[in-house]
């Protein structure tokens, strides 16, 4: 049986490790927690690409684009677009960002 993968683009790697950084500065254990509970969110993505919630927008760049919360961090949402061998994680962006202008 073939393993499904994911794919982390630079800028999602990129707002993990900003976010992380903001949450260390008041509690690097936390922190630190944000990148293992990522890192089984994709993993859990790699199972199931179409659990999370399909991002409504009127932009047709965007169609197709899926999000899900971090596990155990319900305010950082990972955005990605499921592919035939696993998923594509676009971005992951704090809940009150403008999405349209992120993504």
Do not use: C
């Not at 794919?7 to 254990?29: S, T, V």
Request: aromatic fraction near 10%.
């Amino acid at each position: 049986m073939k393993r499904n993968r994911y794919q982390i683009r630079p800028q999602a790697e990129a707002d993990l490790d900003g976010h992380a950084r903001n949450i260390a500065r008041d509690n690097l254990e936390a922190g630190l927690r944000l990148y293992d509970l990522a890192e089984e969110t994709y993993q859990m993505l790699t199972d199931m690409p179409f659990m999370g919630a399909i991002y409504h927008t009127n932009k047709s760049a965007l169609m197709g684009i899926h999000y899900i919360p971090i596990k155990g961090f319900s305010r950082y949402l990972v955005f990605y677009k499921p592919k035939d061998d696993g998923v594509d994680i676009i971005r992951v962006l704090h809940a009150r960002m403008d999405k349209d202008g992120w993504l």
